[in-house]
């Protein structure tokens, strides 16, 4: 079949082809052809044909598509020298520039390249190792990526949920960021590197031991040879609640040497409300109202810079700098009614103030070396400091409608907090053959803590008095060494990945507590064994296969949950800490099938997750005093399913649906009843690309948690309508974006004790909307 232009175009043009032919004769081409597939000698179907009179011009003299076989025919009616532009998902570009008088153009067959696999967008792999790929990871290509904002690219992979501070996890588990398989000193590598400093993002929800992650890992992987030049980039937005966020970054490439530095900053507040009823067997009963205001400001800058020698090593490093601001307020209420005469006996009016800074500094350095054979070796070394200060302000307005006085008692409590980090890793990659590659690596790790508590107290109109008793210091110290290997290799259709991880230390914990009158070492020395497993076949050739895969984590307890000593700046909640705990366990569980056709991808799988010796806090109370305790109980196990479909509908627009579901059953907890979980999640994304320049994409979110028995129930949902438009030859971009989120949470728990009945109350309502633009120019 010929291709046509559009309606309206076809109806002007035969007017004006019928005023001309009284007059003279017109020039009608044909220019014809068929696209096929470079790799695999096929005709490549949907491919956007478009021809223009200059290049960079938007509107085109002629367009259409490829028919099944990849044959297309597009007729011009003007003579002269042109520029033809040609399109396809999952496949490079392709440009010609054409000669035309009045004979038709044959170009015959034009072979088009595969982008690495499959569509467009994604390319599932794994990490390669001379053309093979580790089971288990999808990969994605950035060049092939509609957007330019990192946040929204991630955003839209399977299974990620990103908040509105840009955090991502993956079913309820945080997602941890690595840098060509490696820690970075950036917080957030989304904000501090370009897209186009990015070759592409490996996606593992149950990453191989050589990540050293206990959780889903996003892999960023930098081009070894992005092009020589400077970009500039800048955006922010903001919205209600006082909510806003904007920074500025660049990058300068030259043939050796890369520099990406960063300006970053985000805020916003929230409130909440809820109420209590309380029925005590003392005839009393208590009515309380509680609100709460918090929110935070947060900065940082620094810049990311490589090296390269022409002995294809590398050095790289990060400096980062950042300060981050934050406060709280909270009001209860509480009135208090004799039942027998039901009467007003007292209020008592308690409020909570807090505010608190924390000042980050990082510095890192990595060195890499790759060898002809394909030997790799890493270095690397990071060091972190960071401050931080609270200060919180209680406050007690007793009010009597007896005789006896009104009272007023304030606490304040000053914390200060400082941490200095050192790491050093090393990891060398040994290839065995083109499909097998073995892994090993030490990494050593030693933190130090130190933390100073002090408090004062007034009393009615009186002054402040300072309260030695209730000094207290505290430091620790942890030492760790991490020693792991791990084997990837393919035969055939099956793969496997084996991986081990040993981990020892000690964590050395000194603290003074004036008021308990001890000045005590406590000194915890800790060993764990983590093993993961892969196994994958490919059930086709290319494009289908399933994985099975097993992984555990151990995870020793914290300094804090540790020392018996730790206690609280509220004098009113005291937690200790238990000696005797063990280190918790949890066992993740994974089967994946994978679909990837000529004009979609389909994921699909089931998940399980379950938890020992999890760490857990026994509370109590005491006159008015609550306190805590570490212990180990039975953990939680987590059981899901989770499917994801992305579809190219028609050329230029695409559809995507993700979600998941997961049954979580948590145990009894000293006497309170066991109970479960149901959450779901479930994204769906349309982007429409048009007249070669623009781009609209509408991307819609939900998430759900449920307990079993009402008692508490959270979701969050968010709209997101992002437009996109290119200019200066596609260098540059406009980035706007509206979004609208909603977060809420209600608590509804009835709960009983020896001496009282308590139906407490509690919800959350957070409502965002948010403006945002932001600006990209490349290579300048």
Known sequence: MKFRLPLFKLAFFLVFLFSLTVTQAQTIVSVSGQFVDSEKDEGV???????????????????????????????????????????????????????????????????????????????????????????????????????????????????????????????????????????????????????????????????????????????????????????????????????????????????????????????????????????????????????????????????????????????????????????????????????????????????????????????????????????????????????????????????????????????????????????????FTQPINEEMRVVTGYYFDYRKNNQTAEYDRKENEGDWIYNPDRRQDASTETMAHDVFASFTGKWDRFGLNLGMRYKTGKTDIHQWDAGMGVYDDFLNQFSNLNNTIKLSYDLKEEGENIMLSYRNNVRPPSAGQLNPFVNDANPLWITMGNPDLNSTKTHYLELEYLKVGDTYTFKGGAFGRKIFDQVARYQWSEADTIYNSYHNIEGVSVAGLNVYLQKDIVPGLRGTVDGSWSYEYMPDREGDLSKSQTYYFIKGNVEYKFAKNYRIALTGRYTSTKLSNNAQTAGYGSMDINFERKFYDGKGKIYLNIRDVLNTFEQNVLTSSDSFIRDSFAKQETRMFMLGMSFYLNGL
């Open 45 to 427: 179907p949907f491919a956007t044909v478009a021809i223009f009179k200059n290049k960079g011009d938007v509107n085109p003299i002629g367009s259409g598509f490829s028919e099944e076989d990849g044959s297309f025919e597009i007729i011009l009616t003007e003579s002269g020298t042109f520029f033809m532009q040609v399109q396809c998902m999952g496949f490079d570009g392709y440009e010609q520039a054409l000669a035309v008088d009045i004979s038709d153009i044959k170009l015959g067959q034009i072979p088009l390249k595969s982008q690495t696999q499959m569509l467009e967008s994604v390319v599932i792999t794994g990490e390669k190792v001379s053309g093979t790929s580790t089971p288990g990871a999808m990969k994605f290509n950035m060049d092939a990526q509609g957007s330019d904002d990192m946040e929204e690219i991630v955003s839209n992979m399977p299974g990620v949920e990103m908040d509105f501070d840009g955090n991502a996890s993956i079913r309820g588990l945080s997602v941890t960021y690595l840098v060509n398989g490696e820690e970075s000193g950036m917080e957030n590598p989304l904000q501090e590197i370009p897209k186009q400093s990015i070759a592409s993002i490996e996606l593992m929800t149950n990453p191989p031991v050589e990540y050293a992650s206990s959780g889903p890992v996003i892999n960023i992987i930098l081009k070894e040879d992005a092009k020589i030049g400077n970009s500039f980039r800048m955006g922010g937005n903001f919205g209600n609640l006082n909510s806003a966020k904007g920074y500025v970054g660049g990058s300068v490439r030259t043939e050796n040497l890369t520099i990406n530095p960063w300006v970053y900053y985000s805020q916003r507040d929230r409130e909440t409300f809820g109420n209590n009823e309380q029925l005590n067997y003392d005839e009393r009963f208590m009515e309380q109202s509680h609100t709460s205001k918090n929110g935070w400001r947060y900065g940082s800058a620094g810049t990311w810079w490589a090296y390269k020698f022409k002995d294809k090593s590398e050095l790289s490093g990060t400096i980062r700098y950042s300060l981050s601001d934050n406060f709280s307020e909270s009001w209860n209420n509480n009135d208090f009614y004799d039942l027998d005469s039901v009467t007003f006996r007292n209020t008592n009016v308690r409020t909570n103030e807090n505010n608190g800074f924390t000042r980050d500094f990082s510095y890192e350095n990595k060195y890499r070396k790759t060898w002809e054979s394909g030997q790799k070796l890493s270095l690397r070394y990071l060091m972190n400091y960071k401050e931080s200060f609270s200060s919180q302000h209680q406050g007690s307005d007793y009010i009597y409608n007896a005789e006896e006085d009104n009272a007023t008692i304030l606490d304040r409590g000053d914390r200060t907090n400082d941490n200095m980090r050192h790491r050093f890793q090393a990891r």
